[in-house]
């Protein structure tokens, strides 16, 4: 078994299509009328059209996508206009990670081991 996607319901699909584009540095797809696809890593993020925006609760859920380089994904991130929550941090566990939200509050993660600290 493998994930296929995750899908994000949005009142505006198109904004948070093109945001997810940038964010991911892929190219989106419009499949139908207020259904997008954006490749990430073997899956797709899709966002399709809702009339309500309901953001998951960041303590219950969020995106968490492994990076190369979380330090240069951070600089990318800010030259793009991205509002990103704090500075790369490395967690005692070994991951180095920033995090920020999308248009509609969902929380995003990158991340990269980086080793346990000795």
Known sequence: ?????VN?????????SRFYSL???????RRAPNRFEI??????V???HSDTKTPVNPDCCGLEFAVDDVDAEYERLLTA????ERPPVTYPWGYRAI?????DGNNIDFTAYVGKPE
Not at 99 to 103: I, K, L, Q, S, V
Request: proline share 13%.
């Open 99 to 103: 995090g920020f939200r999308d248009p």
């Open 46 to 48: 899709v966002i399709t």
């Open 1 to 5: 078994m493998k994930l296929k996607c």
């Open 39 to 44: 490749p990430a890593g073997g899956a797709f």
């Open 23 to 29: 964010v991911l540095g892929q190219p989106c797809r």
């Open 8 to 16: 994000i319901a949005t009142p505006n699909p198109s904004a948070m």
């Open 81 to 84: 206009g991205i509002s990103v």
